[in-house]
């Protein structure tokens, strides 16, 4: 219909609600996090990023504690109306299972449709996931990669996952933390306010 509002495809755009799950350790958020979330709200035509920041992740042990985490989330999402941290997660006892949080999340927002997205690289182990079988049926699993990365899956999974190339912003959490134990800057690494909150907490170093 004339004036409607549109899609990136151009079709006339639905009122259902495009949300997504970005989840991770988050430890700490850095600008490649927003870069890729940015770009993934622009190609999938996203209404809302939440940013879960795993409290408990069953495969790993965290640096920072969760509260501080999730503190820099909220700093490093406070300047995009299309990003919101989330403490779904936070307030969850026990493990920080993604299936879980997707359940939650369909519970909170039964009308929406919902995506789960992280890196390629996480999605290499999904078989061994906590129900990971369900996963598809919660939401659409998005793996965001950089053009001409190699990427390998149960085949059960490929054929549930879409596979999104964003721009290759070369940090890491784990860069970030190395320099901060080195002394170096992290300057035009990780947003400023998440760089000050750093400087006054000492986390890494």
Do not use: C
């Not at 495009?18 to 991770?24: K, N, V």
């Not at 061994?128 to 079988?133: F, I, T, V, Y």
């Not at 784990?174 to 986390?203: C, D, N, Q």
């Amino acid at each position: 219909m004339p004036g409607a509002e549109r899609n990136k495809e151009g079709h006339p755009r639905s009122d259902v609600l495009r949300i997504a799950i970005f989840g991770g350790s988050f430890d700490p958020i850095h600008l490649g996090h927003l870069v890729a979330a940015s770009e993934a709200a622009e190609k999938l035509d996203l209404d809302k990023v939440l940013f879960v920041t795993a409290a408990r992740p069953p495969h790993k042990t965290p640096v920072a504690p969760p509260e501080a985490r999730h503190e820099m989330v909220v700093l490093a999402t406070a300047h995009d109306p299309r990003f919101e941290a989330s403490r779904l997660e936070l307030d969850r006892p026990g493990f920080s299972y993604t299936v879980d949080t997707l359940r939650q999340a369909r519970r909170l927002y039964p009308q929406a449709e919902l995506f789960f997205i992280t890196g390629a690289d996480a999605y290499r182990d999904m078989d061994g996931w906590h129900e990971a079988d369900a996963l598809p049926e919660l939401a659409q699993l998005v793996a965001v990669t950089r053009p001409g990365y190699p990427f390998s899956i149960h085949p059960f999974f490929q054929a549930h996952i879409r596979l999104l190339d964003i721009l290759d912003y070369a940090v890491s959490s784990t860069m970030v933390r190395e320099r901060l134990r080195a002394g170096r800057s992290i300057r035009y690494l990780v947003p400023f306010e998440v760089e000050g909150y750093l400087a006054k907490h000492g986390f890494y170093r």
